[in-house]
């Protein structure tokens, strides 16, 4: 079956640090795939996508590429801020209609 | 353009009770999912529906849980004599269609869930 594994939490930077959350897959055919964040009290909001192989998907200066070959969509930023302090999950999609998420990535941005 | 709206936010119940958990989707959107949120844990699929039909249901447990899309009103996910171990974040997400064609992906807007408490 399909499933998301992405890296334990919590992660604590400090404001304008290097961000990377890891995460790998595991599905049939090609997936597509996508970068949730979830801030306290609220629900999921979709951060970034890519569909294809080699796809780039960026948003707010976050981004992450599907590599193929090694099964993996790693999410970036080059620079925190303390208000990107939230809940990150990976997720994926194939040909049913539900989304499979990985466990959540908790990070937390000090000033 | 409202979001997808779920209510209530917060329902707390005892054992034993009934919880019933509404979600109304976006205006246009006519597929609705539900996910439930164990703490610390992923978002993981319960149901999806489309106006009065279940299309794929495997993520249910096999007793008390239900969930329903009527021609009219909001999708309804109800739990009947609840647990403990019921308790948890509940999700929905809508979407303006369902069918995935090759690569293309028709997004899930979700909404901001439903926080369950269980007694």
């Known amino acids: 079956g399909n499933s998301v594994t992405q890296m334990e939490g919590p992660v604590t930077l400090s404001e304008e640090a290097f961000l990377t959350i890891n995460c790998t897959y595991t599905?049939?055919?090609?997936?597509?795939l996508f970068w949730y964040v979830q801030y306290p009290g609220e629900g999921l909001q979709l951060l970034l996508k890519a569909t294809k192989a080699d796809d780039k998907g960026s948003n707010k200066g976050f981004e992450a590429t599907y590599r193929k070959e090694t099964t993996s969509f790693h999410l970036e930023k080059g620079s925190v801020q303390v208000s990107d302090s939230a809940v990150y999950f990976c997720a994926l999609i194939r040909t049913a209609r539900q989304l499979t998420f990985g466990s959540g990535t908790q990070l937390t941005v000090l000033p | 353009n409202a979001g997808v709206m779920q209510n209530p936010r917060h329902l707390v119940r005892r054992r034993g009770q009934e919880a019933r958990l509404r979600c109304s989707p976006m205006?246009?959107?006519?597929?609705v999912y539900w996910y439930r949120q164990l703490p610390e844990e992923g978002l993981k699929f319960m149901v999806y529906l489309q106006k009065e039909n279940i299309i794929d249901e495997s993520g249910m447990p096999k007793e008390r849980f239900s969930a329903e899309f009527p021609k009219e009103g909001p999708s309804i996910l109800r739990i009947q004599q609840v647990v403990r171990g019921d308790s948890a974040a509940y999700f929905c997400?809508?979407?303006?269609?369902?069918?995935?064609?090759?690569?293309?992906?028709?997004?899930?807007?979700f909404g901001p869930g439903t926080r369950l408490t269980v007694l």
């Open positions: 997400a809508s979407s303006p269609k369902g069918e995935f064609v090759d690569s293309s992906y028709n997004e899930q807007f």
């Open positions: 205006k246009g959107h006519s597929h």
């Open positions: 599905a049939t055919g090609y997936p597509s």
